[in-house]
């Protein structure tokens, strides 16, 4: 869970020089991020954002007119560190040890609680903001299927054949989804760790017979 929003000091609001654009977007996505999972979305403002991250109002309304417009940075920002996060795969593993290495990461990054609290945030506001909720998934889906096309070897994305994405896809489908799922309606994760190996390993299994038959080997 992100640390508490930081106590006021006395530093001058205001627009900040361009030479700290990046760290004062930064601080505000910190503070809304800590808030946001503190307070939920209903209780987080534009105002309390403003005054926790201690910068002047008209610069955050410039970057996010709408507190909509900030959930969705706020939750890209969760999603991204989730995947920079995410271990390499060891290099010299078979085909399966590099998919089960590849699920269990990808369980692991999704069970980790700001990951589960922005799932169920996002899931409790997709009837206010349908487009970000679908977003949101459509990116943590395909930043995991990328995952498991650059674990195993693929390092040109844009050049993987349509097969071999649908079977990555489906090996997210299979692996990720199921226990995202647990997880976002209260299923312990504590409880979900222990099962990840055997989940991913019945998707290898399943999956192993056609993935090869493409020279994915």
Not at 9 to 36: K, Y
Not at 39 to 46: E, N, Q
Not at 106 to 128: K, Q
Not at 170 to 181: I, L, M
Request: with cysteine; proline share 6%; glycine share 8%.
């Amino acid at each position: 869970m992100p640390a508490a929003c930081p106590e006021k000091s006395n530093r001058r609001r205001g627009r900040p020089p361009a030479s700290q654009a990046g760290q004062f977007d930064e601080r505000i996505l910190e503070v809304a991020t800590s808030l946001f999972l503190d307070r939920g979305f209903g209780r987080t403002t534009l105002d309390l954002v403003a005054q926790h991250a201690e910068v002047g109002k008209s610069s955050l309304y410039a970057r996010y007119p709408s507190k909509g417009a900030l959930f969705a940075a706020v939750v890209s920002r969760s999603i991204q560190t989730m995947f920079d996060h995410l271990a390499p795969v060891p290099q010299g593993l078979s085909l399966v040890q590099r998919l089960q290495a590849v699920g269990e990461a990808l369980i692991e990054g999704m069970l980790h609680p700001r990951c589960v609290a922005f799932m169920r945030i996002t899931a409790a506001e997709a009837g206010n903001f349908p487009d970000l909720a679908l977003t949101a998934y459509q990116d943590s889906f395909d930043g995991a299927v990328a995952y498991v096309l650059m674990g195993i070897g693929e390092t040109d994305l844009g050049a993987v054949s349509p097969g071999l994405t649908a079977l990555a896809q489906r090996f997210v489908e299979v692996t990720v989804q199921p226990v995202s799922f647990q997880a976002a309606f209260g299923v312990d994760a504590s409880l979900l760790r222990p099962r990840a190996s055997v989940y991913v390993h019945d998707a290898v299994e399943l999956l192993h017979k056609k993935i090869a038959m493409t020279g994915w080997e």
